[in-house]
């Protein structure tokens, strides 16, 4: 893959990482809830998920997902319905950020499996990886290895986009201690996951 396609592809793949989604909307709000620190094991999930949607596309199953509207909806209306399930049980969080750091009530290993399926149900993922990758591989040469260039980078980029967001809504959140303050917070958080719910439901193949 020559340089300054790749480098194309790094501000392209800035950009997607950087837009507004479930996946940022989760990593702010655990660096809310649980710092920088315990938020890493969501970020992997995230990233986990994301390179699992990169494998499927590489094995053409994210063509059949993208051009099947019956495979989109299934994917569509299960991500949707979890969504809005954890805006509804974040909505319903009433806990602050010292009862947070007191017991963390999600485990590291749970927080990764959450963020593992916000992003497996995003086929919205799956339908721009889709038709992003075509637009940087060079069919003349060796598509295995520009696939693998593109995915690690993809996923690199993307962890970085999110450590950012999770470190800043950190700092944020050591000055909020009220635990009026952080329900008021988790309400919105929660909001904007089912948000992302409603435009996952509505989302066209």
């Known amino acids: 893959m020559d340089m300054h396609v790749w480098l194309a592809y790094v501000v392209t793949a800035i950009v997607f990482s950087l837009a507004p989604g479930s996946g940022t ?5 655990n660096g809310l809830s649980y710092g920088t620190r315990r938020s ?4 992997a999930g995230l990233q986990v998920g994301l390179a699992i949607h990169i494998m499927l596309v590489g ?4 063509a059949l997902v993208a051009q099947s509207a019956f495979a989109f909806s299934v994917i ?3 991500g949707a319905a979890y969504l809005i399930w954890l805006g509804i049980q974040k909505w319903r969080d009433h806990s602050s950020i010292a009862t947070t750091e007191a017991g963390a009530h999600l485990s590291s290993m749970n927080l990764m499996r959450k ?40 996923v690199v980029i993307d962890a970085v986009v999110m450590l950012g967001y999770t470190s800043l809504a ?16 988790n309400k919105v958080f929660g ?11 509505a989302a066209k193949a």
């Open 25 to 29: 909307v989760n990593s702010i709000s």
């Open 40 to 43: 890493l094991a969501a970020i």
């Open 59 to 62: 094995a053409g199953i994210g």
């Open 76 to 78: 569509k209306w299960v």
């Open 115 to 154: 963020a593992i399926l916000i992003n497996l149900t995003n086929p919205k993922s799956i339908v721009f990886l889709v038709a992003l990758f075509p637009q940087f591989i060079d069919p003349a040469k060796d598509q295995l290895t520009q696939l693998m260039v593109l995915g690690v980078t993809t």
């Open 170 to 185: 950190s700092q944020m959140g050591r000055f909020i201690r009220s635990d009026k303050i952080m329900s008021k917070i």
């Open 191 to 201: 909001s904007m996951f089912m948000g992302c719910g409603a435009l996952l439901a």
